[in-house]
């Protein structure tokens, strides 16, 4: 069980990387040994990134829970504070707290094959995932990972998907709603790889994590496809400001993302994803 440190220590950065125009990477590492030792999370948590006399903001966790001394967070550059985000570089330091919200049951899905399902810069949630099943490859089946993007040129992390793809029992599909060259993948919705997936709907659970149409839409063709509701599992993305569900702002239904969240049960959420407003 992970416990979150629910005030700002101070992180440094070790290493920056930008993986397109407008997203980068940043690798932190807690400046008091005490802290680095104790903390520890699971893939599909996020940590709360405070930028001093900027703001504070919501990031998913991407490196494997095995290296906790090295936390990776791959930040789109959108707004005021990921903005001030994109200027730092090494040696430059930050707040830190966390780790918030549920992870993904990784130990009830042992034994299991695994599909995974993003879309745009939602594959950051599942990264820790793939890591996590691949240094324990022993202990799941067939992996699937199914990405799409916007553009083309919107793919991050080429280079992985391509070392992925190379591993046992593993296969790795593409999707861009408009192609560009060189493209190795599907042009159109990401619902299109479900005709390529090789995968046994019976014996898969997916994760899915991206834009909220996306997930229920490539829900209903896997359901459409014979897979149970109960074997899916979404990573939802809502404005999380406090982290402890008091400010609200991330309410979803009757619960909070950022304290029964990021990761739900399909089941539990299908209805308010088919509702405008939730």
């Known amino acids: 069980m992970t416990v979150a440190m629910h005030y700002p220590h101070e992180a440094e950065v070790i290493e920056r990387c930008q993986e397109s125009p407008t997203i980068f990477s940043l690798v932190l590492r807690l400046m008091d040994p005490m802290v680095a030792s104790e903390y520890r999370f699971t893939p599909g948590q996020f940590n709360m990134l405070y930028l001093f006399g900027v703001g504070e903001i919501p990031i998913s966790i991407v490196s494997d829970p095995a290296r906790p001394g090295e936390l990776i967070h791959t930040i789109r550059d959108v707004g005021r504070v990921s903005h001030g985000f994109s200027q730092l570089g090494v040696g430059d330091r930050i707040g830190l707290r966390g780790p918030y919200g549920r992870g993904w049951p990784l130990e009830q899905m042992e034994g299991r094959d695994v599909m995974i399902v993003t879309g745009g810069l939602g594959c950051a949630p599942v990264v820790s995932v793939i890591n996590y099943i691949l240094q324990r490859r022993e202990r799941y089946g067939r992996l699937v990972i199914l990405q799409g993007v916007k553009h083309s040129s919107d793919l991050i992390w080429r280079e992985r998907y391509a070392e992925w793809e190379r591993q ?41 994590c991206g834009p909220e149409r996306m997930i229920h839409a490539a829900a209903d063709v896997l359901i459409e496809r014979g897979s149970r509701s109960e074997d899916i599992w979404i990573s939802m993305e809502r404005n999380m400001q406090c982290a402890v569900g008091q400010c609200g702002h991330c309410q979803f239904g009757a619960s909070f993302v950022c304290r029964n969240g990021p990761v739900y049960h399909y089941p539990d959420a299908s209805e308010l994803l088919a509702k405008r407003g939730f």
Do not use: K, S
């Not at 408009?178 to 046994?200: C, D, H, K, Q, S």
């Open 168 to 208: 046992n029992n593993t296969q790795v599909l593409l999707a861009a709603d408009v192609g560009g060259e060189p493209w190795p993948g599907v042009i159109g919705p990401i619902t299109m790889l479900f005709e390529y997936a090789r995968f046994n709907p019976q014996a898969t659970v997916t994760m899915m």
